[in-house]
């Protein structure tokens, strides 16, 4: 069974610092890992989704990295905003196409 | 991107009363969608798979008869908190398969509904 772990849990940065959010899983065989953004009370919102082929995705200040063979992927978020502060969560795609979600990393950036 | 709906986006309901949520992709069809359930300060668990057609899938521990589900049509899957009681207050989130077209440049995705707050009283 697919275990997905994000470290740290909680994350309070002042505004203007860079983030990065770790996530490992066990079971390398994987379809693709995607990281979303949750707001209090709110759905999910997608912000990268890597393929198991690719290594890497950019989408303005947010970078992905995924490195499949040892089962860790890195979200960095640059010069960190108020409006970054939400619980980011990892899930990884098994071949069968379910999701398995890490805990989150809950993130507060102060002004 | 596609857009999946939930409906309702919550519910208040007396303990012992059904509730049922649906869930729509609205300009894809998906012959496959997922349920999940999150509790306060806890990530999101996989409750079961949704095929069209046929019947639905349970994670290891989801009791089918309590949580029904329903996918009639390539575009619409329901489930349905029978009996609801206290502990079953949850959100409640679907998510839709979209396998993209056949040797086409899009990746098989899915996509989240925004989630459907259970409170039973």
């Known amino acids: 069974k697919q275990e997905v772990t994000q470290i740290p849990a909680a994350l309070s940065v002042p505004e203007g610092e860079n983030l990065v959010l770790n996530c490992s899983f066990t079971d390398s065989a994987i379809y693709n890992l995607q990281w979303f953004r949750q707001d209090p009370g709110k759905g999910l919102t997608s912000l990268l989704l890597i393929q198991s082929s690719q290594r890497e995705q950019t989408s303005g200040r947010l970078n992905a990295s995924l490195d499949k063979s040892s089962g860790r992927s890195t979200l960095y978020i640059a010069a960190s905003q108020p409006g970054d502060s939400a619980t980011y969560l990892c899930?990884?795609?098994?071949?069968?196409?379910?999701?398995?979600f890490g805990a989150g990393t809950t993130v507060t950036v102060r002004a | 991107g596609a857009v999946v709906s939930q409906h309702p986006s919550r519910v208040i309901c007396k303990s012992g009363t059904s509730v049922k949520i649906e869930c729509r992709s609205l300009d894809f069809q998906a012959t496959t969608m997922f349920w999940y359930r999150q509790f306060p300060k806890q990530s999101l668990m996989l409750m079961a798979t949704?095929?069209?057609?046929?019947?639905?899938?349970?994670e290891q521990g989801v009791e089918k008869d309590k949580f029904l589900i329903n996918h009639a049509s390539l575009t619409l899957s329901t489930l349905t908190v029978t009996s609801a009681h206290p502990e079953d207050s949850s959100f409640y989130i679907c998510?839709?398969?979209?396998?993209?077209?056949?040797?086409?440049?899009?990746?098989?995705?899915?996509?989240f509904g925004p989630g459907t707050r259970l409170t039973v009283l």
């Open positions: 949704s095929n069209e057609g046929s019947k639905a899938t349970y």
């Open positions: 998510s839709a398969r979209d396998p993209g077209l056949a040797g086409g440049p899009g990746p098989d995705t899915q996509y």
């Open positions: 899930a990884v795609t098994s071949n069968d196409y379910k999701l398995s």
